[in-house]
């Protein structure tokens, strides 16, 4: 019995949260990486009344959230809607990308508004009862409760109302409904304010039972992905019915004693449902790559010469090179993680030309630096068999992870690759026997003495690390250019034109995806030699969306846009020293501004500018939102 209502609030729970983001993305055709924050908006909501009305009673303080908790969610999501879903309403790459820089701006606004240390709230509905043999609290059937009324809720408002035929039929097909007569614009703005709205209402039901914390939300999407990638995208019924399936897992794991490993479980199930069901359960496929992810690039024909690319880049490294006899040994420990950074950020890109961007290469980083440290520690290995050996063991888990994978498409591979990740992180800290659990795995030796040279040295460190980054970025600068390199590219701008003329884009795929592990993984070796430790806290969600904002902020046209992206991020960083919480704040409005005003990154502009400079030639068309060919 305990089992049954366990399920029975889980699913519930599960329902609520991620049914507002199917409906989102069935009307918008975005996933709204922010959906976590409302429903941390929720939980500080709950919060604060509760903290400003010390006489009242708890219960009543709670049917007040229940009611101000979805009406603030609902406005939060209708301004969202207006200044970010609207301007990229053509570009749903580009909403979704935003969105992620939203979800790090509200977290860090929270952390300096109510500090970072966790909130505690007292049960809010106090009791229980017994159910032949289970518990019951009152909290918990309240949560039971509000899921099956919002379920009746929503379905009601969909079937029997004028506004909810509206939404079906924008989500079946907006521009038939365009000719129908209805305002499309008006349905995006209740769609998102009904998504946020539940959302919200999930954190106030959930904050008594979880603590109330700024990263409260990033926690739960990981949850709300899971569900609505294994029941459909745009699926409400299959939102639904993966919330039951996971309700009903999640409890019988739970009450078995086993709920350490709840995250891989689920993503396992998850990775074997996308084997066999590419879109999910119930689901649709995403919108195709020529809408919106590859539009034209007003600085196409703003072209370079090859002779100022070459001084350009021999410029580049000679100041690279000279950067550890000028600078201080912090600066240059600095330099160090810059260059093991540069090799990521650059494989990134290879494995982004593929049309697909991945949020496990962080994961792939980890892989390297664990196998560095299991074969240092157990087998005694030579760092110099040990780098090359932390690539292939990258790519060889790549492989594995891209067979269930690779056969989504868009939305459906990134938020698979992020839940992969994360059960992949969770393994790290849960088989503490072999992976030294959160407290990772400690002293480490850097690589051994080579040509006299002790790499316990800092700057000789640093000098070995700017010459694998050098190999590294000209080994994956040939791939680009090479056949199978454009190929990938023009595969990626056409899946079905290039299926067609008989390109095997499952293959090439797969190939971009494990040769930008390969160096991720390279990468890590150097990053756990360098640190002299190994553990799960290093390989963080925002340690990742760093990468991801080099990227975007860079442009990925060249191998330029990366390393200018990552480049403007560790100044960032490090102007900030002190004040670590305003840096996701910066790092998360630069890629919105970026992508609202500058989608093809400062690559793109810089490209255009110096083409005026030096070839004298016109900046060309004016940038226009959604021009962008620099995240294909």
């Keep these: ?61 709670f049917a007040g959230a229940l009611v101000l908790g979805p009406l603030v969610g609902a406005v939060m999501g209708i301004l969202v809607e207006r200044a970010i879903f609207e301007p990229t309403s053509k570009d749903a790459f580009g909403g979704f990308i935003a969105s992620l820089g939203l979800s790090y701006v509200l977290q860090a606004l929270v952390v300096l508004c109510f500090g970072v240390v966790s909130k505690s709230l007292p049960v809010m509905i106090p009791g229980q009862i017994e159910i032949f043999g289970g518990t019951l609290t009152w909290q918990r059937l309240v949560v039971i409760l509000c899921g099956l009324v919002m379920m009746v809720a929503l379905w009601y408002f969909l079937a029997r109302t004028s506004g909810g035929r509206a939404v079906r039929a924008a989500s079946q097909d907006r521009n038939a409904a365009l000719l129908q007569g209805i305002n499309l614009r008006r349905v995006r703005m209740v769609t998102m304010a009904i998504g946020a709205a539940m959302a919200a209402l999930s954190g106030v039901l959930m904050a008594s039972v979880i603590n109330v914390s700024p990263y409260m939300g990033l926690e739960a999407i990981w949850k709300a992905f899971i569900v609505v990638i294994v029941g459909g995208l745009g699926s409400i019924p299959g ?18 004693g086993f709920g350490q490993y709840v995250i891989i479980i689920d993503t396992v199930i998850m990775l074997g449902v996308l084997t066999f069901f590419p879109r999910g359960l119930l689901g649709r496929e995403a919108p195709p790559l ?29 100041a690279l090179a000279a950067f550890p006899f000028a600078a201080s040994a912090y600066y240059t420990g ?58 292939i063991v990258a790519a060889g888990l ?42 990772g795995i400690p002293f480490l030796a850097p690589p051994e003495d080579l040509f006299g040279l002790s790499f316990y040295d800092p700057v000789n460190f640093y000098l070995l690390v700017l010459a694998i980054c050098v190999i590294s970025g000209g080994l994956l600068y040939v791939f680009d250019i090479s056949r199978t390199g454009r190929t990938i590219k023009a595969m990626a701008s056409n899946e079905n034109l290039s299926a067609a003329v008989g390109i095997n884009g499952f293959a090439l795929k797969m190939l971009a995806f494990c040769v930008g592990s390969f160096f991720a993984g390279c990468a890590g070796s150097l990053f756990a030699a360098y640190n002299g430790f190994v553990a799960p806290t290093d390989f963080t969600a925002q340690f990742m969306f760093k990468i991801i904002a080099a990227v975007i902020i860079g442009g990925n046209r060249t191998f330029w846009g990366p390393v200018i992206g990552l480049l403007v991020l560790t100044v960032i960083e490090e102007a900030l020293t002190g004040a670590n919480q305003l840096v996701p704040l910066f790092w998360g409005l630069i890629i919105i501004f970026t992508v609202l005003f500058i989608p ?14 030096v070839n004298g030639k016109s900046l060309g068309a004016t940038y226009r939102r959604g021009d962008d060919a620099s995240r294909a």
């Design 1 to 61: 019995m305990q089992i049954l209502i366990n399920f029975l609030s889980l699913s519930a729970f599960y329902g609520l949260f991620a049914v507002g983001l199917a409906l989102v993305f069935g009307v918008m055709k975005v996933v709204n990486f922010a959906h976590g924050e409302f429903f941390m908006v929720g939980g500080y909501v709950l919060w604060m009344l509760v903290a400003l009305l010390p006489g009242v009673p708890l219960w009543l303080v």
């Design 290 to 318: 020529d809408q919106g992810q590859v539009q034209r690039d007003p600085s196409v024909g703003s072209r370079i010469s090859g002779r100022v690319s070459l001084l350009l880049t021999l410029a580049f490294l000679a």
């Design 600 to 613: 093809s990154g400062l690559e793109g502009l810089a490209r255009r500018v110096l083409t005026r400079l």
């Design 398 to 439: 790549a492989l594995i992870i891209a067979v269930p994978v690779m056969r989504t498409r868009q939305f459906y591979f990134f938020l698979s690759t992020f839940a992969a990740g994360e059960a992949i992180r969770q393994c790290f800290i849960q088989f503490r026997g072999t992976f030294g659990g959160i407290e």
């Design 239 to 256: 939102a639904i019915l993966a919330a039951t399936l996971f309700g009903l897992i999640d409890s019988i794991v739970t009450t078995l």
């Design 334 to 391: 600095i330099g160090v993680l810059f260059l093991i950074n540069l090799i990521l950020v650059m494989s990134y890109r290879t494995v982004t030309s593929m049309g697909g961007w991945s949020f496990a290469h962080i994961t792939m980083l980890a892989i390297g630096g664990y196998t560095m440290a299991l074969l240092q520690s157990h087998l005694g290995l030579s760092f110099w068999a040990i780098l090359p050996l932390s690539g």
